[in-house]
């Protein structure tokens, strides 16, 4: 009964949200447009959709050729304004998934602004990142004040649009026709088995225009990484018989443990927080106490997410330190349509970037050439820079 209540404040948001788009594709309110590729990830529901992994996916893709900068709004720090990250730089000063980024990928600028024209104008313009070849907005998909060269829409496999309902009622930030905005949709998070039948049905609910990309990606294990000490630890190779401590600020946890649950035969104890949660003292003695009542052999696992927040905080116990990992995840194009998104990604920063010496590599591959180095080796945007 108290949810039916939100359905009305519901409607509300979606007549509020619905003109000021209107307003938008009107042109009263204008979006800028910049002479720099600007590729925008985002979604339309609230969190959980894989945003950080695939644009992490991107990065890979792209910095080894081109200069790149992430350009986040940094949600729930502590600070305001414009920031670069660097080395000093914490959670609190720029956001959890922007130093989780940082971290990974040392040699791109990453910033936070919350108001996204004034951090592009600070990277074109600013001393140390005016040589930057392109932007990658990180969740801007509701934000129209910039037109992105390439407008990314990913969605959750788990909670499709047509199923769900505008906020507070529902996770979605804007109506499921919205997605028109968008040059490729991708259906996340799907399970690696899925059917040749489940695609076709979610290219019928999703509603693809002709102009549109379809694609489908999933989420894979890395090797777990010690958060303290210790070396990386494979999944695969670790005791069936270890007793997990799941410790998991996140939307959506308990999918986590579903995923990480087939290679242990104990349940999983799983210690959920609020997505974005900044660990107290308390919170550390609560993990701590609940690892230690945990029988042995025992490891504590974490997102490479809560990492950023965790890492760092005063009080774990020596045990626990001892037996502390991060389980990083990648994301994995289906149906082998890998290639399809690098092309086209490839395709327009090299046609649009202001930097680029416009050298395509059009030689086969020699047969003693790795297959990987191949594809790596398919543009080079600048003459300062190997592929």
């Given at each position: 009964m108290k949810d039916l209540l939100l359905i009305p404040i519901s409607w509300l948001y979606g007549l509020v949200v619905g003109i000021r788009n209107r307003l938008f594709d009107m042109g009263v309110l204008k979006s800028k447009s910049y002479d720099i590729p600007v590729i925008s990830v985002g979604n339309i529901t609230v969190g959980g959709t894989g945003k950080t992994p695939h644009v992490e996916y991107l990065i890979r893709l792209l910095h080894r050729q081109c200069k790149v900068?992430?350009?986040?709004?940094?949600?729930?720090?502590?600070?305001?304004?414009?920031?670069?990250?660097?080395?000093?730089?914490?959670?609190?000063?720029?956001?959890?998934?922007?130093?989780?980024?940082?971290?990974?990928?040392?040699?791109?600028?990453?910033?936070?602004?919350?108001?996204?024209?004034?951090?592009?104008?600070?990277?074109?313009?600013?001393?140390?990142?005016?040589?930057?070849?392109?932007?990658?907005?990180?969740?801007?998909?509701?934000?129209?004040?910039?037109?992105?060269?390439?407008?990314?829409?990913?969605?959750?496999?788990?909670?499709?649009?047509?199923?769900?309902?505008?906020?507070?009622?529902?996770?979605?930030?804007?109506?499921?026709?919205?997605?028109?905005?968008?040059?490729?949709?991708?259906?996340?998070?799907?399970?690696?088995?899925?059917?040749?039948?489940?695609?076709?049905?979610?290219?019928?609910?999703?509603?693809?225009?002709?102009?549109?990309?379809?694609?489908?990606?999933?989420?894979?294990?890395?090797?777990?990484?010690?958060?303290?000490?210790?070396?990386?630890?494979?999944?695969?190779?670790?005791?069936?018989?270890?007793?997990?401590?799941?410790i998991a600020g996140v939307a959506h946890p308990e999918r986590m443990a579903d995923d990480l649950q087939p290679h242990f035969s104990h349940p999983i104890t799983l210690k959920s927080y609020a997505d974005h949660h900044f660990f107290t003292a308390n919170d550390i003695a609560d993990i701590n106490a609940t690892f230690a009542a945990l029988p042995d052999p025992r490891i504590a696992i974490t997102t490479e997410k809560d990492s950023a927040r965790l890492f760092g905080q005063k009080g774990f116990e020596e045990d626990l330190r001892h037996h502390f990992f991060m389980a990083p995840i990648e994301v994995k194009f289906l149906q082998d349509e890998e290639e399809v998104f690098n092309e086209k990604i490839l395709s327009y920063v090299e046609k649009n970037s202001k930097n680029s010496i416009l050298v395509q590599h059009k030689n086969q591959p020699t047969q003693d050439q790795p297959k990987e180095e191949k594809k790596n080796n398919t543009i080079s945007f600048r003459s300062n820079m190997t592929p």
């Open positions: 900068a992430v350009l986040s709004r940094g949600y729930k720090r502590k600070s305001r304004g414009y920031r670069v990250a660097d080395q000093q730089s914490t959670a609190a000063d720029i956001g959890d998934e922007p130093l989780q980024m940082k971290r990974k990928y040392d040699d791109i600028v990453v910033a936070v602004c919350a108001d996204r024209r004034e951090g592009i104008e600070h990277l074109t313009a600013d001393k140390g990142t005016r040589d930057t070849d392109v932007i990658l907005l990180d969740d801007a998909y509701q934000h129209r004040w910039v037109k992105p060269g390439i407008n990314i829409l990913l969605v959750d496999y788990h909670r499709q649009l047509h199923a769900d309902h505008m906020l507070p009622y529902g996770r979605m930030r804007e109506r499921k026709e919205e997605s028109k905005r968008a040059d490729i949709i991708i259906i996340t998070k799907c399970p690696s088995a899925i059917k040749p039948m489940d695609f076709r049905l979610l290219r019928d609910s999703i509603g693809v225009y002709p102009y549109q990309t379809l694609l489908f990606t999933t989420m894979q294990y890395r090797a777990l990484r010690p958060m303290y000490c210790g070396e990386d630890v494979e999944l695969s190779s670790l005791d069936r018989d270890t007793h997990v401590l799941l």
